[in-house]
């Protein structure tokens, strides 16, 4: 009898490994990162030639090999590729991909961080939000799932919850204002993007994408995120590339 699971998921990547087949990767709630083979999915009239493209969501029945999955179904309910309104939407979701793949490990559930990805690629495709705020959130959130994250809830010298008004680089996390003495006004943190950072944190992935911010709020977000991301992940991302020029 022919062992088969079925899988809840997102094709994450893929590669031509012949004239007619794809090696998928995938991102699953069940068992997190696996390959899995699509047997003719490069063939125009292949069942599953939509269904292997990056973005791709929904269940995937594969029959479990002695060192490999292939595919033997897909019921895909989302084409995020296809929903992008623009190209730096379409870069963007491929910037997730690319991080949720660095996190993703084999036999390890996943089912946060596909949670997340699925919300924050309905959010690109839906213009819900600033595309520099679904960013903010996907990696802050990401980096949280992970257990890795910047300290945004108290002072790392005194352990104040009070008064947080500067972000220490160096040791990643914030500091109050009675600890850091003089700082230049630039360098001063809105309590409005302490609060966001913690709510990002802190909040239902379901609710992450329902609030907004101001342009200076979003601005040091960005700042205290892009730098503590830049210092711990050491890939290099292509599609990021294309976003930040």
Do not use: W
């Not at 960013?135 to 108290?154: D, K």
């Amino acid at each position: 009898m022919i062992e088969t699971v079925t899988v809840i998921g997102m094709v994450i990547s893929y590669m031509a490994i012949s004239e007619y087949d794809k090696r998928l990767v995938l991102l699953t709630k069940e068992f997190g990162k696996i390959t899995a083979f699509a047997r003719g999915a490069r063939k125009t009239t292949s069942q599953f030639l939509a269904g292997s493209q990056p973005m791709a969501f929904g269940e995937f029945t594969l029959y479990r090999g002695r060192n490999a999955y292939t595919v033997t179904s897909m019921k895909i309910s989302d084409y995020f590729s296809s929903d992008m309104k623009d190209i730096d939407s379409m870069y963007m979701g491929m910037y997730f991909l690319e991080l949720a793949d660095y996190y993703g490990r084999e036999g390890i559930e996943a089912g946060e961080t596909l949670k997340l990805l699925y919300m924050s690629m309905k959010a690109l495709s839906k213009n819900m939000l600033k595309k520099e705020l679904i960013r903010c959130i996907f990696e802050l959130r990401i980096l949280v799932i992970n257990g890795e994250y910047p300290n945004v809830f108290t002072c790392g010298n005194c352990g104040e919850k009070e008064n947080l008004d500067y972000f220490d680089e160096k040791n990643n996390t914030m500091i109050c204002s009675n600890c850091h003495g003089k700082v230049s006004e630039k360098n001063i943190i809105d309590n409005s993007t302490i609060y966001a950072l913690q709510y990002i944190v802190t909040s239902p992935i379901t609710r992450l994408f329902s609030f907004d911010v101001t342009d200076k709020v979003l601005e040091q977000m960005k700042g205290i995120i892009n730098k503590y991301i830049k210092k711990h992940i050491d890939r290099k991302f292509n599609s990021l590339e294309f976003l930040e020029i």
